[in-house]
């Protein structure tokens, strides 16, 4: 792409594209705040991966559905694909944690290549059958292949070797959250770069009107094969440090419900935001560990209720509500 | 003298006339207001219910707690549609899911709260107990009554949309909502009386269905895949399409799990991925 001139850097696309990536005082702040729980809460520090897990997991939804408008109801498939081939590997000698996360990524983007030629082409109903389908498929598959993947028993003898050679995987969950945290802010990186890129600018024409976007030249077909091979891949190393942390893999990573359940936390935080997925996640996985300890029964029903009031109410989720509300503060005092 | 291999076909036929029964409302309703109702089947487990407290707790025959099942998923409906759902006819289909998947979760938890996670059997008046004998197959009489009532459904159905006034209202809100409204046709009232409809049918088809495959809490969204498979391969709105796409599940379900064990639920998802490819708006579907 050629720059069009910007006359002292105030306008023209370089310099729109430049002002977004710029970091905020609060998005530094945010960062800091993640290295928090090993000082405050270092209890807590096996909670905390799993929420840098789960906030990993929306990214890589949100990358799809925020800014491509791609509704997905099987995004666990590429979550489990990863959990699946780093415990697997693991169980056959190459227990290397970066190794692991190289694997997953590359076995659940190849998945992600080959059906998002499927994906491309379709939209609204048909595109959430054939994603719950997908799904369901690979679901099927993992517990029908037990010689593989122990079916519903979960693998047995995943056994990841220390980080680097050095950190190992304890109880305590220091490594587990440094290494959760550490892949999650890489992954974030690339992903803010990538959506302030003219290429995540053209996904978000698509998103807006899929129709109009070809008529100005943009190849959506391609768009969108490239940003849901990429959304794959970022949750195959998402199901990988799942595996990697806990050192174990359960049917669970490809169920339904996680699909259904990274849903609603990227709805929560906000979609098309980047943080909020972290922020869904931070809240769903914080107040999962308070209710079901009261409750678990009860669980998907305050589950359930949220996603009601979140519609009705907070149409664009918890960041959207909090951008709305300091606009309107805003307005009001200038 | 017919081989065995009928007897799955029957077998698979009745399994086919529950999930026709369970899911014509969704392809109604969809059809006509473009409305992704993921909480169909939690209107299915709440007529189950209702039958099973009927006829266990209050020990009515079976038959006459049928009625009951369908006018208490209406009128369940009802309410929900002019509370929630009458909002979001106009919104992106993903907030359609969301607010629909969130009922559904709710029910789920409310049914195992009020009913606790067992598995609830129901008593079925004696003459649906047994086999009849037919051309040396043994055919069950509780599935034959299935397969009867699915058709005459069927029938009725398409009898009240093809040839009274209210089903020619409702196909042309189908065609073009904004036309129809546009001649003075009351939309609204008519996607009303619908959607309860379907709903009722749902609650029916959940009451039959716990002497089938049985009703626990987890039914809301165990079925809502299979009903979503019969909706999107048979094609929106369609009646003939919902059968026959019943039927076709029903059987190939049942051929899998007597013939081919091994495969599991892979070959229905695989099917119907397929077919949605080649035909994304289902096999009988207009659009």
Known sequence: MTAPLSPAGLYGPQAYLQAQTKWHPLEIAFWLATLLPFFLFPTYLSLASQIAITALFALSLDLILGYAGIVSLGHAAFFGLGAYTAGIISVHGWGD??????????????????TSFIIAHFRHLALLMITMGLGLLLHEVANKASWLTGGSD???????????????????????????????????????????????????????????????????????RKIYTIS?????????????????????????????????????????????????????????DQFSGINPQLWYFWIGLLLVAVVMLLPNGVLGGLAKLTASFRGRTS | MLPPVFGVLFDGLAYGMLLFLLSVGLSVTLGMMNFVNLAHCAFAMLGGYVTATLVNAMGWPFLLTLPAAFLAAAAAAVILERTLYRRLYKAAELDQVLLTIGIAFMSVATAAYVFGTLQQPIQTPSFLRGSISFLGLHLGAYRLFLVLTGFLIAALLIVALEYTRFGARVRAAVDNQRMAAGLGINVEAAFAITFALGCGLAGLGGAL??????????????????????????????????????????VSDMFGKYY???????????????????????????R
Request: hydrophobic residues 55%.
């Open chain 1, 232 to 288: 794959a891949i970022i949750a195959g190393i998402a199901g990988a440090v799942l595996t990697q942390t806990t050192s174990t893999v359960a049917l669970g990573v490809l169920d339904f419900q996680r699909s259904a359940d990274i849903l609603v936390i990227l709805i929560l935080g906000g979609t098309g935001r980047l943080y909020g997925g972290l922020v869904g996640a931070f809240i769903f996985m914080v107040a999962r």
């Open chain 1, 154 to 224: 979960g693998l047995q003898g995943v056994n990841i070797t220390p980080l680097l050679g050095y950190f190992r995987f304890d109880l305590y969950g220091y490594t587990g959250y440094a290494y959760s945290l550490a892949v999650l802010f890489f992954a974030f990186l690339f992903a803010r770069r990538l959506v302030h890129s003219p290429f995540g600018l053209s996904l978000r024409g698509i998103r807006e009107n899929p129709l109009r976007m070809p008529a100005i030249g943009a190849a959506n077909a391609a768009h969108i």
């Open chain 2, 209 to 250: 269905a716990i002497e089938i495959v049985g009703l626990d809490h987890t039914f809301a969204l165990a079925y809502l895949v299979y009903v979503l498979i019969v909706v999107s391969v048979g094609g929106l709105g369609s009646i003939g399409g919902s059968l026959a796409a019943a039927a076709l599940l029903g």
């Open chain 1, 97 to 114: 944690p970066l190794l692991g996360l190289v694997a997953a990524g590359l076995v659940a983007g190849s998945l992600g290549y080959a």
């Open chain 2, 260 to 286: 081919f064990p091994e495969l599991g639920a892979f070959l229905i998802y695989l099917v119907m991925i397929a077919i949605l490819i080649w035909r994304p708006a289902g096999l009988f579907g207009r």
